[in-house]
């Protein structure tokens, strides 16, 4: 909750700021005006890019679970635990949605939902188009979590790896479409998911 209110605030802050900016030209006091549009804006600047830091300073996570619940109102479906992260997937808008939440000793800390991840794409064939492997930035440890629409009756997902991955069926009737997540970890160039009998290597 305070993390929330914290984000709304640098908000305001900046739409303060915007509108400001907007009045400034059609007022006599321009000045003044340009200068509280400023200030307003920097302040939520500031508030907006220090809040993670700040609260990764006062704050200490036993879960990956805690540090979603700080920053998200809705229920953890699954966990998948990595060396260096953790994947948290949540039920939003009909769909289901992957966050990765770092691991920094015994503790996790909070990262922004919006960062990047760094992502490894497979060659495409049939109905498996899009598909990925996803990591945290910087890092060579990564997950796979998408929906998968299969084209055969052999609805079974494995890898070079021998990785666990979970399949979850989605509810649709007569179509063989699904949910698939697990933990990859590190991979190198020959590294290949099989989707059924389907094998799909990565791309070039």
């Known amino acids: ?25 059609a007022t006599p006091a321009r000045k003044k005006v340009t200068a509280i549009a400023i200030s307003s804006g920097l302040l939520g600047l500031v508030v907006y890019f220090s809040a993670i830091p700040y ?6 996570f036993k879960t990956p679970e805690e540090v979603f619940k700080f920053i998200s109102f809705e229920p953890v479906q699954y966990r998948v635990d990595g060396k260096e992260s953790s994947m948290l997937i949540y039920y939003d808008k009909d769909a289901y949605t992957e966050v990765l939440v ?12 919006n960062e990047r991840y760094t992502n490894v794409y497979f060659e495409e064939k049939g109905p498996y188009i899009g598909m990925n492997l996803f990591g945290a930035k910087g890092s060579n440890e990564f997950y796979f979590c ?3 629409m299969f084209d055969t009756d052999n609805i079974s997902v494995s890898d070079s790896k021998g990785s666990d991955f979970q399949i979850v069926s989605v509810g ?9 997540y697990g933990y990859v970890g ?4 020959d590294y290949y998911i099989m989707f059924g009998d389907e094998k799909l290597r990565l791309a070039q």
């Open 1 to 25: 909750m305070i993390y929330h209110l914290v984000i709304m605030l640098s908000i305001v802050l900046i739409v303060i700021c915007a509108a400001a900016i907007r009045y400034s030209f």
């Open 146 to 148: 998408s929906g998968v």
């Open 102 to 113: 770092r691991k920094c000793g015994d503790e996790y800390k909070l990262t922004r939902q």
């Open 186 to 189: 590190e991979i190198t160039s």
């Open 55 to 60: 609260f990764n300073l006062v704050t200490h």
């Open 172 to 180: 649709m009737d007569d179509i063989r479409a699904y949910f698939v």
